[in-house]
């Protein structure tokens, strides 16, 4: 396929799946906002009055930007792992696969479209924050690198995640026993710093932690963890997880008998 | 001439141990309409899914138009259309997506897989059901679905996996004369089908293949002529209680009504209507008991099933 012809197989691959998540939006961007509502509700208003400023920023403020984050891991895994396994469940993974478009460009679409449901969540979700509290934007390139980096993060670990899944449970163990975890012991709720040492250095084996700490830096301007340090983690993270994912497509895993 | 498609030695193991295809040799001629024939697991879907890039094959080569597989696969992908035997389209797509979304996944751009896909459909009888999702239509509407989609960026070879399947007669007539048109505009199709009528009517020449292994690959004619006798049934007026005796044909009684009679090629069968009137046996109406290439399908893929 010539330089155009890639150009249109690509929209053509992020159109539809932008087009999957918008046609069922009541199902894929309407309950975050619910979530994050309750979360400010319940730990911003009653918890968060009783505990006092954290780093210098009221409770409700200094959870923004992990709630905001969370909404956008979240959103982005479970985007691209039900898109692309639904797509094997019913074999219309078997329409791409019988073009001539090039395996990292299936890989870029799926990741598009994963991305395009993180921003879209992400910004829903800063829209119902700030019914509740105004968010300081710090640095606006931190920030939204960061939530870019994180999505595509995730957005490939989804990916990879549906390559693996031969049914239905296997879509939701990942995101139910690993990735919430992560994410709640990632510091949205909470400094490290407030930690005792041994939790802190466990902590910092948490990828999580990284980004969160790292958008919380771009709006607040607060950090426990270095931004040289978690740009690194993120970076690595996706040149990795981009590979496996290609090496993955290449093969065939999972699509091709 | 380069084929359209060109098998060598073509073998598949499957992960779970099934060897599907024991090295098949295949040749189909560009313009040709060919038949894969074959009982249920003789491995005609897996064939072409080796040949559309659905499954890795375990060894040979595959050729479509020149292109070989492993050095030249996104040029032999875009030769090829595909019409799979099971549905794999998103049911949850409008109809005409699902079309438009093929064409752009071939670098065709969305204006042009608009009217290729107006064209397609409304041809296949599905344009009024566009807007429609997928998983409304009928199972026939389906199978038209999956042609039009395989259509849209014209390929020069169309691959149809059982596409008459579930297909109600009229519906099926208008296929058929569909697809001749397409092959007489120059496209090459490969079809399957458990329809020997089917392909006796519309291809040209023919491939069994039977546990993995091609048994038989010539032309329809040469193969249909090679038939030596064929059985008549004949329905009777009067009610018949012993099987008459017919010089030079091999008579069996189904009921009191009903007479079977093997035909060999070179008897005239003003003969066998001599004998019967001979006998004062009076026929009411006449048939084939079943369609040529059937019968001799069935002798093939039997004969093979007893040497086995
Ligand atoms: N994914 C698979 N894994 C393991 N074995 C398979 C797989 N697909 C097909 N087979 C086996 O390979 C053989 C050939 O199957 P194939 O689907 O090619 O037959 P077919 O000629 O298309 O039959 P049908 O007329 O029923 O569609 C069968 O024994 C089948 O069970
Ligand atoms: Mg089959």
New binding site residues.
């Given amino acids: 396929m010539n330089g155009r012809e890639q150009y249109v197989a690509f929209k053509a691959i992020l159109v539809k799946e932008v087009l999957r998540f918008a046609r069922i939006w009541i199902q894929t961007l309407l309950p975050p906002m619910v979530t994050t509502a309750l979360y400010f509700v319940i730990f911003g208003r009653l918890i968060g009055s009783q505990v006092g400023d954290v780093n210098g920023f009221r409770y409700m403020e200094y959870i923004v930007p992990g709630l905001i984050l969370m909404a956008v891991i979240t959103n982005s895994y479970a985007n691209v792992v039900s898109s692309f396994y639904s797509s094997k469940f019913q074999h219309n993974i078997e329409e791409m696969l019988v073009a001539p478009v090039p395996n990292y460009l299936i890989l870029l679409g799926f990741i598009g479209g994963g991305l395009a449901r993180g921003l879209a969540v992400g910004v829903a979700v800063t829209g119902v924050a700030l019914f509740f509290t105004p968010i300081p934007l710090h640095n606006l390139w931190v920030a939204c690198s960061v939530l870019v980096l994180t999505s595509v993060l995730f957005s490939l670990a989804g990916f990879i995640n549906g390559v693996y899944a031969k049914s239905f449970d296997d879509i939701s163990l990942i995101p139910t026993f690993v990735l919430t975890p992560l994410t709640y012991l990632g510091g949205v709720f909470y400094s490290v710093a407030m930690l005792p040492t041994f939790w802190q250095s466990v902590s910092l084996a948490n990828p999580i932690l990284y980004m969160v700490d790292a958008f919380r830096y771009g709006l607040l301007g607060v950090s426990d963890v270095s931004l040289a340090t978690a740009y690194a983690a993120v970076v690595g993270f996706v040149a990795g997880l981009f590979g496996f994912a290609l090496h993955l497509l290449n093969r065939g895993y999972g699509v091709r008998? | 001439m380069i084929p359209a498609l060109s098998l060598r030695n073509l073998t598949?193991v499957?992960?779970?141990g099934?060897t599907?295809l024991h090295g098949i040799d295949l040749e189909v001629a560009p313009g040709d309409f060919f038949a894969l024939l074959?009982?249920?697991?003789?491995?005609?879907?897996?064939?072409?899914?080796i040949v559309s890039s659905l499954?890795n094959k375990t060894s040979g080569t595959v050729r479509v138009f020149g292109h070989d597989i492993d050095t030249g696969l996104a040029a032999a992908k875009a030769c090829i259309g595909l019409v799979p035997?099971e549905f794999n389209f998103n049911i949850f797509e409008p109809v005409v997506e699902v079309v438009v979304n093929q064409a752009g996944y071939y670098g065709i751009p969305r204006r042009l897989a608009f009217e290729r896909a107006e064209r397609y459909l409304t041809q296949l009888g599905l344009w009024e059901r566009r807007h429609d999702q997928a998983r409304m239509l009928s199972g026939g509407m389906k199978r038209r679905l999956m042609i039009a989609r395989a259509l849209v960026h014209e390929p020069r070879l169309l691959i149809l996996?059982?596409p008459t399947a579930g297909v109600d007669i009229e519906i099926r007539h208008s296929m058929w004369s569909f697809l001749s048109q397409i092959n007489a505009a120059g496209t090459t199709i490969i079809l399957?089908t458990?329809y020997l009528e089917e392909a006796e009517r519309l291809c040209r020449n023919i491939a069994i293949?039977d546990h993995?292994r091609i048994i038989e690959n010539t032309g329809m004619r040469q193969l249909l002529n090679r038939m030596n006798s064929h059985t008549l049934v004949l329905d009777l007026v009067n009610p018949l209680d012993a099987v008459p005796e017919l010089p030079g044909f091999i008579a069996s009684r189904v009921d009191d009504h009903i007479l079977e009679v093997e035909v060999s090629r070179d008897v005239n069968i003003n003969m066998l209507f001599t004998a019967l009137s001979a006998r004062g046996i009076e026929v009411g109406s006449l048939r084939n008991k079943t369609n040529r290439l059937e019968e001799l399908f069935i002798r093939l893929v039997g004969n093979k099933e007893d040497a086995a």
């Fill in positions: 008998a | 598949k499957y992960k779970n099934v599907a074959g009982p249920n697991g003789a491995g005609k879907s897996t064939t072409i899914g499954v035997q996996d059982e399957t458990h293949i993995g």
